[in-house]
């Protein structure tokens, strides 16, 4: 069977440094993969690079796929079926727009539906990420939420396109104890639900763990091993 993803051969270069040196992953359909290795090991500009986000800072090849298409590393462009949520998405959020808005516009983007419907699917996709009271909840803007809260609100974004990949890049790292344990759960429960796949980098091996049944390790830009539990 084809990867859903694979990256092969990724070099990502700035100020005449190599940064990433020769990194392959794949990740299959609904298979959860987890990206670790130590602060600086080239874990953000691996899924920056898989998701044409680097910026004209960086020099970066590769070969990239996504299903049977052909990725551009250099550019976000062809990227369907593929949604991310990281560590700082809540400051993406649109501040003086009600969460509930800006989630009825992604859904209406997706499914070109009205807006009784899809303001039914906004207040269903916060339930789904079990932010309770959704109702009430779906009339706030983003500074009236928690962090944690704020982080499901993302998280909820990310599923309105029903991808079949998530690259979760440390979705629950600013979050305290309590909040990641229930937010890691909630991840694992969405996606086994949906049969999303999932790459997920984070530097906490424990919620590679939990989350995901294989693991590759990387350090000093460089594939470094692979673990499967
Ligand atoms: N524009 C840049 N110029 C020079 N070095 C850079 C630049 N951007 C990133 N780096 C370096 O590239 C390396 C990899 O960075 P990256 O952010 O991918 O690490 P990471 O594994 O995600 O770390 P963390 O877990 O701390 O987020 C780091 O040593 C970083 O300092």
Redo the contacts with the bound molecule.
Sequence with gaps: MQPLLTLDDLVVA??G?R?VDGVGLHVDAGERVALV?P????????VGAVLGRLGA??DATARLRLGDRALDVARPTGRDGLAAVHQASAVALNPVVAVGTQLALVVRRRRRCGRAEARRSAVALLRAVDLDDAERLRRRCPGELSGGQRQRVCLALALASRPRLLIAD?PTTALDTVTRRRTADTLDRLCAQHGTALLL?T?DVQVARDLCTRAVR?EA?RVVGEDAW
């Design positions: 700035a100020s440094r940064l290795g602060s600086g090991a080239g874990k953000s500009l691996t800072a960086y440390e980098v530097h990387l830009g």
